[in-house]
Each structure stands twice: as C-alpha cells, then as structure tokens.
C-alpha cells in the first residue's frame, strides 16, 4: 500500500441541488487542504480526486465517512436552515501484486472527456470507464490526455475500491471490534458542520472546532490531527 497517495471520492446525499453543491464543497475543502501541504492535486473524475504527498493516506483515512453539514441554502428564499449530507471515501493506492484484476473479469467503454482542456478533450475518446463483472464497480477516468495513462488511473481506482470492499468483508465475518475511530464506514455520520453555530464537530471523538469558514477553506489540519491523535491513543 502507498500511504503517500489518498482517493477521495465524493457522493451527495439525499437532499437535491444543496447536496450536489455540499458535495462539491467537501471537494473544494480537501484541494485547498492539500494545496496548503503542497501536495499534488488531480481530478481523475467528476467528484473524484488523487491527492499525493508524504502521508496523505495516513492523514486522510480518517475523513471517510458521512459529513453533515447545517445551513442556508443559496436557493432557499426564506431563510430556513437546512440539513444535508455527502459522504467522502478515502481509499489507499494500492499495488498491482496485492489485488490482482484479471482482464476477463472486467469490460471497458471509452468515451470524450467532458472536462476543460485543449482540443483533445473533445475529439478523442481518451476517456475510460471499466465494469469489475464479478462486483458490478464501475470506474472512471478522465484526468489525463492519453488513454493508456487513464486506463491506468482506472485500473489504480478499481484496485483500490476491491481492497476496500474485502477489508469491509473482513471485519463483518471476524466481527472486528471498532477503534475509536475506525475507518468511518460511509454509513456513518462522523462530522457536523453547523453554519449558523460557526462550529464543526467531530462525533466520534466529541470534539468541536470554531472558525468553520477557515476549515471549509482547507485549514483542517487541526481536524486530521487530533484523529490521527486519538487513534494512537
């Protein structure tokens, strides 16, 4: 496993356009975060980011799981607070010896990037998405111009989303005992973030943090830090 690499994948919750745009925010959040450490940054996907520096993984696993957040909505015209959620996952990558993928298992579709770009984006097929037949995981990739190197970004997903499903396997039939963390399974909600409150609370270690706009704008450290504290403790 490579902890110097961390995919986080974003998914709305129920709850509309103020979900989407939630989901998005949570993105942005772990970009300005990731810009402030100096690591490198790549959107291989539409919700789907590749952050790589010294342990980003390590510092990262934590942040899986389901993020709350309370607020009024751009949209909402009376001024009520709203309660929506995403869920982020946050996934090691993960060498081609430990989960092997046999070419007969999976089914590729390519496709013309619908990001920004040169002209490339839109006349070639560089794009990839490929289906793991035996799970039914679909992936995709779009972040490079090439599609060889998407196939191989793809491929890096799909591996990794596996060994995440195996581990989740794993811990339901020995019937693991949770850490005080754990890897916050996207089920669970493990953070608040209340706007009107100016605060952010993590529920599984009952701790609260003000500032909440510095946090949105990537200033978490303090956030990862004390999880990554309590988890050694």
Excluded: C
Aim: hydrophobic share 35%.
């Amino acid at each position: 496993m490579n902890t110097d690499v961390a995919i986080l994948e974003f998914r709305p919750g129920p709850g509309g356009e103020e979900a989407k745009n939630w989901a998005a925010d949570l993105m942005r959040m772990y970009t300005r975060y990731a810009n402030i450490l100096g690591w490198k940054v790549e959107q291989i996907d539409n919700l789907v980011l590749r952050l790589r520096g010294p342990q980003a993984f390590t510092k990262l696993q934590y942040e899986a799981g389901t993020h709350r957040v309370q607020r009024i909505p751009s949209t909402e015209r009376h001024g009520r607070i709203h309660t929506s959620t995403a869920t982020v996952a946050v996934l090691p990558e993960i060498p081609e010896n430990e989960v092997v993928i046999r070419n007969d298992e999976i089914e590729w579709e390519f496709f013309r990037s619908g990001g920004k770009g040169g002209q490339n984006v839109n006349k070639v097929s560089s794009a990839v998405r490929v289906r793991h037949i035996p799970t039914g995981i679909v992936v995709a990739a779009q972040t490079e111009r090439d599609q060889f190197q998407n196939r191989a970004v793809a491929l890096s997903m799909l591996r990794a989303k596996l060994w995440e499903k195996q581990l989740l396997e794993n811990a339901q039939v020995l019937s693991e005992s949770r850490s005080i963390i754990g890897r916050g399974m996207r089920a669970e909600k493990i953070r608040t973030y209340n706007y009107p409150q100016n605060r952010v609370t993590d529920h599984r270690i009952n701790k609260s943090w003000h500032n909440l706009e510095d946090i949105v704008n990537g200033k978490l450290h303090k956030i990862t830090e004390a999880l990554v504290l309590a988890e050694k403790t």
